[in-house]
């Protein structure tokens, strides 16, 4: 029993999740590059709003976690729209060269993974939802 690693107890549900996680991650690496961008007025700007996308990925994902699993999906598209606003946001940089090509690179293979475990896991939602759903009605039938 010494040698089991004891996994952290968490209270909330979506710390739980790598996907939760994984969005961490990306909002730390936009922040990062905001620090490393020169000092211009729009460059701020747009990484405010750069950052404001990439932290509403997490936060749609937390606040749908503590909801019913079709509400639970529906936040989870809304987190796969601000995926979708942060690939705008990264080909936005890259074009006014505020993002180099091997940085552009990194944020949309991040985001392609993103976007690849938010499907998975409506779909994971989905499916559980259609049992239930299957439950249900035959437990009306019997009755």
């Known amino acids: 029993m010494e040698n089991e690693q004891e996994r952290p107890v968490t209270f909330f549900r979506f710390e739980d999740l790598r996907i939760y996680h994984k969005s961490l991650e990306y909002i730390e690496w936009v922040y990062s590059m905001s620090k490393n961008s020169k000092d211009d007025q729009f460059v701020q700007f747009f990484f405010e709003r750069f950052i404001n996308s990439a932290t509403n990925i997490a936060t749609n994902i937390a606040e749908g976690s503590s909801r019913n699993k079709s509400q639970f999906i529906y936040y989870l598209k809304m987190a796969k729209s601000s995926v979708r606003e942060c690939v705008v946001l990264s080909t936005i ?51």
Not at 115 to 129: D, P
């Open 93 to 143: 940089a890259q074009d006014r060269k505020i993002l180099n090509a091997d940085q552009f690179d990194h944020s949309k293979n991040y985001l392609m993974e993103m976007t690849k475990m938010i499907g998975a896991l409506i779909g994971s939602l989905q499916r559980s939802v259609k049992v239930g759903e299957q439950q249900s009605e035959d437990e009306d039938e019997i009755d």
